[in-house]
């Protein structure tokens, strides 16, 4: 009898616990399927793209853009604002950049020179200043030492002669002379002007002779010689660039020479011509310079230096009294050989020879 009660007390805890399972798992199977809707249900639709232009490669200021440096990438619709990233790839080739650009930089109208707009280096001109370019060599540009952003004094040099303001002709003025003549066997005469030139006579001066006392006409013995004044010009002048723009191009690989063959140097670009940022009125005053012929000469100052530079004309006159030169006394004796010319030193050529 009680062997009875303890088997029907296991098959009670059995279908017990089998119905416990069978809850659970019919529980379990129930949170699943709302979890499934509500996925399906959150899943999004398919975003709508547009292709947008980036740059493939770094891209210098004011280098041209060709296919082969952009490319289009897919970008959501909803986010492309109007007028912003170019979509049209067509659009942007032959194209300048107007900055240096980097790769993976997506392109708009902002940084982009159109073909037919100006060069990018309009851009590294200040406002209310312009770029003039003025011929230099080795000295006048502090023996090739400028580089763009230097700050520089430039000195104006010119030779001065006096002139006849009626005639505007360079003193002394020549002597006209008319002298009668008769030809033949007729009887008038003929009047012919004869100027210095042809005479060898030019305009001079009485003066008293003092052992005769008598007066004497004495002309000069050679031109006037003209008078040198020397004096800062523009106090301080930015160098944008150095010899002639070129336009960026890429950098070819550098060729590898075989061995026994000799390596070509590279070759540097002519420093004929200083490109100066200045104010437009010093830019007229340059090119009057320029055109006169006046030399113009170039000092290297410290761009941390923006003080105003006050500086004195100098000719010969000042040179004498400011650095207490004395002219020479006229000595019964004198150096051997004669000396006309003061002697140079001519540069020592510093080249490596092979």
């Known amino acids: 009898m009680a062997a009875r009660r303890k088997s029907g007390g296991r098959i009670i805890i059995l279908v017990a616990l089998i119905l416990i399972l069978l809850v659970g798992a019919v529980y379990v199977w129930l949170q699943m399927q709302p979890g499934q809707a509500t996925e399906q249900q959150q899943t999004p ?11 493939t490669q770094a891209i210098p200021r004011g280098a041209e853009i060709t296919a082969n440096t952009v490319m289009t990438i897919q970008y959501p619709e909803a986010n492309l604002i109007q007028g912003t990233f170019i979509t049209d790839i067509e659009s942007v080739v032959g194209s300048r950049a107007k900055y240096d650009l980097e790769p993976g930089v997506p392109l708009t109208p902002a940084v982009l020179i159109s073909p037919t707009g100006g060069s990018a280096v309009s851009f590294d001109v200040p406002k209310d200043f312009v770029a003039l370019p003025i011929p230099v060599d080795a000295l006048t540009s502090v023996g090739n030492a400028l580089a763009p952003g230097d700050h520089v004094m430039v ?74 004044v020397c004096q800062t010009v523009i106090q301080d002048a930015v160098v944008l660039r150095i010899g002639n723009f070129v336009e960026p191009q890429a950098v070819q690989p550098t060729p590898v020479a075989e061995e026994g063959e000799p390596v070509a140097a590279p070759t540097e670009p002519v420093k004929d011509s200083v490109t100066l940022v200045v104010s437009p009125q010093d830019a007229v005053s340059l090119n009057y310079m320029m055109v006169a012929g006046i030399r113009l000469n170039m000092a290297l100052r410290n761009p941390n230096d923006a003080n105003p530079i006050v500086t004195d004309a100098v000719t010969q006159q000042y040179l004498m009294d400011q650095k207490n030169i004395p002219v020479p006394a006229k000595l019964p004796y004198a150096l051997e050989p004669r000396i006309d010319v003061v002697p140079t030193i001519e540069p020592v050529d510093a080249t490596p020879q092979p």
């Open 155 to 228: 000195v104006g040099c010119m030779l001065l002669v006096d002139i006849d303001p009626e005639f505007q002709s360079k003193l002394p003025n020549a002597i006209a002379q008319e002298t009668k003549t008769t030809e033949g066997e007729l009887n008038f005469t003929q009047t012919q002007i004869l100027t210095a030139k042809d005479l060898g006579v030019t305009q001079g001066r009485f003066v008293q002779e003092g052992t005769l006392n008598m007066p004497m006409y004495i002309v000069p013995s050679e031109t006037q010689r003209p008078r040198l």
């Open 45 to 55: 639709a398919a975003e709508s793209m547009v292709d947008i232009v980036i740059t």
